[in-house]
């Protein structure tokens, strides 16, 4: 036998099994193979058809589960659809109650959960047992609370429907407590399709439900590969679709369901920077690294697996990095003392060695510490790669293994573009004892996470998402219990729909017949702070609802849309104005419309022949709606959530930069500014297409802006046909996001075309612009985006 202070010279381990035989003899209950969990109960597949489920660290089938079909979601739709009537009507103590009871029953069966959790998945025990497991029942908790308070703190919110939720395989049961917890807090029922390599726990929770007392169909579980999850996105009695996954799948199901209303979150992908400073204390950086990239067998989605080190202590840190690697233990995932263990599937394996393939032949230097690797099973040893170029593949694309590249820089500019350069951006890593440099750093890196001096915290009171091709959305906190509700608006007023105008196009020279009213010169398109010509040469009538023509306007293209994207982009600075600065500006606009507001009433008039009080009321009501997101510019504040470690953790609102937003022809003034103002506050650049048939009330408007101080760039006014602006609009990479509230193209067609770069886009729809359906803070949180940063206090 070993002597102790042997053993802590070596600091080799023994071992350390924990034992799987509860979880081995439940398995054994269900030898005959799991069916789907729909109504509150176990239910034979459609197509009486199963599939294996396979341990990847030995290969052993632990189960058969049932294949779902269209007609097993059809049953589970249905039995959500019930379900729902009741559920959304208890009263939010009701609710809470009942995710208190999951919440305890989960803890009850901790021990169990994190073994089959890990035979089926392949992580060590060690997460499963100690981060995994007591997160999911950190979730229904937190959530409980909300479904207390959200009568009284979310008050003119109602739940969206019936929800489908479609979960991976690398947190199988916490992505469950991250999609069902706030789905039912909000009074929405479920109907979840776990990944089929790992759907055991989802199943293990199937029968918490019943034990706890869940009304039946609230919770509906349909197993399955590609086809079920497709046959649950795109189900009709689904309104609101909840995945994370790969960002190539999230494409396809925006593509799904754009144009069918269904509200959607996606959380993909991610390629995140950890950022190692010169000042940083190295020994934690390289223990914080380990977590970041070696956590779970490197298969999770913010990952730290692009470094980034500060080239003078590049090889210092290469140096203790690979020292560390030696010591880490891949093999049996029940041991207690390993660290890394079974990537999930052979196709996944594979996958990780043809990119360290192709990293090496691209020119990069691969290190793997000589370490005993068990001989079966899906295991990959941690992987180091340097030399490794901005462009190389191994640094674009996701691995999703336990494999980490490494590149160098000098100055935090060249860390920030390093960090930046990725169509991701989930995440992120900075190391240094520099606070003001970290905190630096966290503002210009675009990630939906920033961890400062740690890395992979996670917290059901703090939001989880990402920016770019890394989805939209949030998971936990307030910011993700908003993506299982919809504004409880009355319907709103339809107002006067104008008709498809006839762009009939015409060169700007040609003659406009003589009428009683005098006849404006043609109206430019407004880009980059000046008055511009359309690409096309070519402008079209503008006809009041009398058949006059009262003006023209220029017929805006493709390539007009893309200059006034470029001038955007040089205008950068606005979003980094302070609120005030932005709100003093903002007022100005409004003080300039409220002394040229007879002018403006006369435009309305001419354009809608809207009757002269009519017009009054309009231009008062945009000067009013003008201030009031003055007022907000400063005051839509973040928040500092109440996470379990001790950390500050910021919820800072960001602007998301470049925004598309296309304006109805109700209220063709009143409709634009009160699109245009709540962007402009939250520090966002704009495009905008106004409203077709009456574009002349805010090619007006850019006279304004001319005298408000607003630099140029940060509006760009682009008057044609909407339906191809809203549609380039969508497909330009460079546009973050898209309001689209007038374009005559159907919904399908733009969120489609934006799936691109997986922009978020809001049609809005008809509304009554002068009412309070109008304006509020529902417009300045979709304006915005949430990055959460993490900051350690005390010692």
């Given at each position: 036998?070993?002597?102790i202070?042997d053993i ?11 034992s799987?035989e ?7 209950q ?17 197509a ?7 341990s ?7 189960a058969?589960?049932?294949r ?19 559920w959304s009507?208890?009263?939010?103590h ?13 803890q009850k069966?901790?021990?169990?959960l994190?073994v089959?959790?890990s ?8 997460e ?8 999911v ?17 979310l ?13 991976p ?16 807090a ?17 199943l293990?929770?199937?029968?918490i439900?019943?034990?706890?007392g ?10 399955g ?7 649950l ?28 209303g269904?509200?959607?979150s ?16 190295l ?7 380990v977590?970041a990239?070696?956590?779970?067998q490197g298969?999770?989605?913010?990952a730290?697996?692009r ?14 990095l690979?020292?560390r ?8 995932p ?17 996958r990780?060695?043809a990119?360290?393939?192709?990293g ?5 230097e ?6 005993p690797m068990?001989a079966?099973g899906?295991f ?22 336990p ?6 820089f000098r100055?935090p500019?060249?860390?920030?573009a ?7 951006g989930?995440?992120?890593?900075i190391w240094?004892?520099?606070?003001n440099?970290s ?8 990630a ?10 996670f ?5 989880f998402?990402g ?7 949030r998971?936990?906190g307030?910011?993700?219990?908003y ?6 608006h ?5 107002g ?5 105008p ?6 700007s020279?040609?003659a ?5 009213e ?20 070519y ?12 003006g023209?306007?220029g017929l ?9 994207v ?10 980094a ?42 231009v ?38 470049i ?7 109700e ?5 634009f500014?009160?699109?245009?103002m ?19 009330a805010?090619?007006?408007f850019y ?51 934006s799936a ?18 109008g304006?509020?803070?529902e ?7 949430v990055?959460n ?7």
């Amino acid at each position: 036998m070993a002597i102790i202070k042997d053993i802590l010279q070596t600091m080799e381990y023994g071992p350390s099994p924990e034992s799987n035989e509860h979880v081995i003899a439940w398995l054994g209950q269900h030898e005959r193979g799991f069916g789907h969990f729909i109504d509150g109960k176990f239910t034979d597949p459609a197509a009486n058809d199963s599939f294996e489920v396979s341990s990847p660290a030995n290969g052993n089938v632990l189960a058969h589960v049932a294949r779902g079909t269209t007609e097993d979601v059809d049953r589970a739709v249905a039995a959500a659809t019930r379900a729902f009537k009741s559920w959304s009507k208890l009263a939010g103590h009701e609710r809470a109650r009942h995710l208190y009871a999951l919440a305890r029953h989960i803890q009850k069966r901790e021990r169990f959960l994190a073994v089959l959790e890990s035979m089926d998945n392949g992580k060590p025990i060690r997460e499963s047992r100690d981060i995994d497991i007591p997160l999911v029942a950190r979730h229904f908790y937190h959530h409980a609370g909300w479904a207390e308070l959200i009568e009284s703190e979310l008050p003119g919110y109602q739940p969206v429907g019936v929800c489908g939720q479609v979960i991976p395989w690398n947190f199988p049961l916490l992505m469950l407590a991250w999609k069902i917890a706030p789905a039912l807090a909000a009074g929405n029922t479920v109907v979840l399709k776990p990944a089929e390599q790992t759907p055991l726990t989802a199943l293990a929770f199937a029968e918490i439900c019943r034990e706890a007392g869940l009304p039946d169909g609230v919770v509906n579980i349909v197993t399955g590969e590609g086809e079920t999850g497709a046959a649950l996105v795109g189900h009709p009695g689904v309104a609101k679709v909840a995945f994370t996954g790969s960002t190539e799948v999230g494409r396809i199901i925006r593509r799904a369901t754009a144009g069918t209303g269904k509200k959607l979150s996606l959380e993909l992908g991610g390629k995140s920077p950890f950022i190692v400073f010169e000042d940083a204390d190295l020994d934690s950086a390289v223990e914080g690294l380990v977590d970041a990239i070696w956590f779970n067998q490197g298969e999770v989605c913010c990952a730290g697996s692009r470094l980034l080190v500060q080239e003078g202590i590049a090889e210092k840190f290469y140096a203790k990095l690979r020292a560390r690697m030696a010591t880490l233990r891949v093999g049996d995932p029940l041991d207690k003392s390993t660290d890394i263990g079974a990537v999930v599937s052979t196709e996944q394996l594979e996958r990780i060695g043809a990119l360290v393939a192709k990293g090496k032949q691209e020119g990069a230097e691969v290190f793997q510490p000589s370490i005993p690797m068990p001989a079966k099973g899906c295991f990959f040893p941690p992987t180091l790669m340097t030399g490794v170029e901005p462009a190389s593949t191994v640094a674009m694309v996701e691995i999703f293994g336990p494999v980490l590249v490494a590149m160098t820089f000098r100055t935090p500019d060249e860390a920030v573009a390093l960090a930046n350069n990725t169509r991701y951006g989930l995440a992120a890593s900075i190391w240094s004892e520099n606070i003001n440099r970290s905190l630096d750093l966290a503002a210009r890196v675009k990630a939906g996470v920033v961890w400062i001096n740690a890395t992979n915290l996670f917290d059901a009171a703090a939001g989880f998402g990402g920016y770019h091709e890394s989805g939209f959305g949030r998971e936990g906190g307030l910011e993700g219990l908003y993506e299982y509700l919809v504004p409880s608006h009355g319907k709103p007023t339809k107002g006067t729909k104008a008709g498809k105008p006839q762009l009939n196009a015409a060169p700007s020279t040609t003659a406009i017949a003589a009428s009683a009213e005098p006849i404006d010169r043609t109206a430019k398109l407004y880009i980059g702070g000046k008055q511009a010509r359309p690409d096309s040469g070519y402008s079209y009538a503008v006809v009041n609802p009398a058949g006059k023509t009262v003006g023209l306007a220029g017929l805006g293209n493709r390539k007009d849309i893309r200059n006034a994207v470029e001038a955007a982009a040089k205008a950068g600075s606005w979003g980094a104005a302070t609120g005030h600065n932005r709100a003093q500006i903002l007022y100005y606009i409004a003080e300039n419309l409220s002394a040229r507001a007879a002018e403006f009433e006369a435009r309305l008039r001419s354009l809608t022949s809207a009757s002269a009080k009519d017009a009054a009321v309009e231009v008062a009501t945009s000067i009013r709606r003008a201030f009031f997101y003055a007022g907000f510019a400063d005051k839509y504040d973040g928040a500092v959530h109440a996470t379990k470690s001790r950390h500050v953790t910021l919820a800072m609102n960001e602007p998301f930069g470049i925004m598309g937003i296309v304006c109805p022809d109700e209220a063709p003034l009143l409709g634009f500014v009160s699109l245009l103002m709540p962007a402009l506050a939250v520090g966002n650049r704009a495009v905008v297409v106004p409203s077709a048939r009456y574009p002349l009330a805010a090619t007006d408007f850019y006279q304004l802006l001319d005298t408000s101080d607003v630099p140029a760039g940060v509006v760009s006014i682009v008057t044609g046909e909407t339906a191809s602006l809203a549609k380039t609009l969508a497909e330009h990479d460079e546009v973050a996001a898209l309001w689209d509230f007038g374009s005559t193209t159907d919904a399908a067609t733009i969120e489609a075309a934006s799936a691109g770069n997986l922009k978020p886009v809001w049609t809005g729809g008809s509304r009554d612009w002068s009412s309070s359906d109008g304006q509020g803070r529902e417009f300045l949180r979709r304006a915005t985006q949430v990055k959460n940063i993490w900051v350690p206090y005390g010692e």
